[in-house]
T-cell receptor, first 112, second 115 residues
């Protein structure tokens, strides 16, 4: 079956630090890959997505590249801000489908 | 655009009662809606998928008679937790998708506490 594994948190960084949250997946076929963000007290929001190998999704300074050879979709940001503090979820949906499988989420805390 | 609302945002009920949670797509038609359950500091667990006008498809291990899902229109789906017990206390989240795309739009969630 499909599964998503992401690094455990919480991750605590200083403002302007570089961020990497690792995500690897197991899936048959060619899934689409997503990063969702959940700010405190809010619902999940789509942060970025990639639908095929070597695609790079990007939004709000975050980016992730679909690496089929390593089955990974690591989230990166060059300089985090306090406002980036949230829980980040990596997810996949099978090719041609829309049923999402989520990772366990990684809490990010950015301090001044 | 693509806003999904849930009502209520939180609810407290007594054990044995039933609770209905509404999920609405406000500015688009949702051909498919999904219901998730999220435990504290854990991931979202898909409970069921519903398509407008048809019966919901439940994930393995989810009791369909306990978690009743109705998707009566392209903008509304409801989840009813029947005969709720304290172990049903959780954060319930819905999402909506449109045909031809694999993107889901999530509601803000409903916190259910069963006493």
């Amino acid at each position: 079956g499909n599964s998503v594994t992401q690094m455990e948190g919480p991750v605590t960084l200083s403002e302007e630090a570089f961020l990497t949250i690792n995500c690897t997946y197991t899936a048959t076929g060619y899934p689409s890959l997503f990063w969702y963000v959940q700010y405190p007290g809010e619902g999940l929001q789509l942060l970025l997505k990639a639908t095929k190998a070597d695609d790079k999704g990007s939004n709000k300074g975050f980016e992730a590249t679909y690496r089929k050879e390593t089955t990974s979709f690591h989230l990166e940001k060059g300089s985090v801000q306090v406002s980036d503090s949230a829980v980040y979820f990596c997810a996949l949906s099978p090719g041609g489908g829309n049923k999402l499988t989520f990772g366990t989420g990684t809490q990010l805390k950015v301090e001044l | 655009g693509a806003v999904v609302s849930q009502h209520p945002s939180w609810v407290i009920c007594k054990s044995g009662t039933s609770v209905k949670i509404e999920c609405r797509s406000l500015d688009f038609q949702a051909t498919t809606m999904f219901w998730y359950r999220q435990f504290p500091k854990q991931s979202l667990m898909l409970m069921a998928t519903s398509n407008e006008g048809s019966k919901a498809t439940y994930e393995q291990g989810v009791e369909k008679d306990k978690f009743l899902i109705n998707h009566a229109s392209l903008t509304l789906s409801t989840l009813t937790v029947t005969s709720a017990h304290p172990e049903d206390s959780s954060f319930y989240i819905c999402s909506a998708g449109t045909g031809g795309t694999d993107t889901q739009y999530f509601g803000p969630g409903t916190r259910l506490t069963v006493l």
